[in-house]
């Protein structure tokens, strides 16, 4: 049975998203080498939900979690945060759970136990009185269409009526290998990408969106053609009606293309500890700056922000700012105590 908390959840919210959460167990060190696990909720769409309300929106997440201590730690953990659940509870079935392994200081590895998890069954049953309720953003990630047949249905169902219904609708590609293939990637997402005002990608991940159709078949953009290739490609799906094509570089910092032109902020230099959920922080800052009015500027230079918050602490939302400590990065010095 569906449960809603009524009381933290608005009628309607700044910014609605779905997918599944699960439990992460992070080492410091090789997982074959044993030690001690730290216990920590993660899902690209729940660090966007966690970013958005820290940064004083309201927010709704949408998911499916299973009768277990796991589901009712990330239940627990959310709603801490503020954010408003309209979730169901499987009992047939696990909360997923994944392992992330820092194997060296530059590389993490993540194993994931979620096939036939809770989370995959998410359905757009679960959707409609979220969606009935209404949001300024729906945020989607090519994640939660990977997870099962119906999931992703219930993606393509959430954007055609978002954006049908006047919603802005920001779809974040966050290609996943170990949950399909670029081609299936493709297959599903490039159609999706219609339905976005807000396409969010990596520098190696428009290719999945973006395609230029002519009289021939469709041919596919290879991002690794450099600047030139992504200039294209952002044209491509700029002419489909996609708003803003927003570009994450990691340490190179951001881009934006629309119709108006382009848009480079550097990356904000900071000390980094670990990068997992940076793109989620970043994309939660900028559909913040959004949110608040700011201009294509503003809302890169709030996402490239949040993200040096994400990369400068441990975890994959633990270190995301409030509104009143964005100014802590990029004017205060390195290394330095506030007293």
Request: proline share 3%; hydrophobic share 45%.
């Amino acid at each position: 049975m569906a449960a809603v908390d009524r009381a933290s959840v608005p009628q309607a919210v700044d910014l609605l998203t779905f997918g599944e959460s699960m439990v992460s167990l992070r080492s410091t060190g090789p997982l074959s080498a044993g030690g001690s696990l730290g216990m920590h909720v993660a899902g690209a769409e729940s660090n966007v939900a966690v970013g958005v309300a820290r940064l004083g929106h309201s927010v709704t997440w949408v998911g499916v979690v299973g009768a277990d201590p796991h589901g009712e730690y990330i239940l627990r953990q959310l709603r801490a945060e503020g954010i408003g659940l309209r979730h169901r509870t499987d009992a047939a079935r696990n909360t997923g759970v994944m392992f992330l392994e820092q194997r060296t200081a530059d590389v993490t590895r993540a194993f994931y136990y979620r096939a036939g998890s809770a989370g995959s069954t998410l359905g757009r049953e679960d959707l409609d009185r979220a969606l009935t309720a209404g949001a300024r953003i729906l945020h989607l990630t090519g994640i939660t269409a990977a997870l099962s047949p119906d999931a992703r249905k219930a993606v393509e169902y959430a954007a055609e009526r978002a954006a049908a219904d006047g919603m802005e609708v920001s779809l974040d590609v966050n290609y996943r290998s170990k949950l399909w293939s670029r081609e299936e990637a493709r297959a599903v997402l490039a159609p999706l990408a219609r339905h976005a005002s807000i396409v969010i990608a990596s520098d190696d991940e428009l290719g999945l969106v973006a395609a230029e159709v002519g009289a021939g078949p469709a041919r596919t953009w290879d991002a690794d053609a450099g600047a030139d290739a992504e200039t294209a490609m952002a044209a491509e799906l700029l002419g489909r009606g996609v708003r803003e094509v927003v570009v994450k570089r990691g340490a190179a910092g951001a881009g934006v293309h629309t119709a108006d032109g382009r848009w480079e902020a550097p990356a904000v230099p900071v000390t980094s500890i670990d990068t997992v959920g940076a793109g989620d922080a970043f994309t939660a800052g900028y559909l913040s700056a959004l949110l608040d009015g700011a201009d294509v500027a503003g809302r890169l230079q709030r996402g490239v922000l949040a993200g040096a918050f994400a990369v400068s602490t441990a975890g994959d939302w633990e270190g995301l700012p409030g509104r009143a400590e964005l100014a802590l990065l990029g004017s205060t010095p390195g290394g330095t105590t506030q007293r």
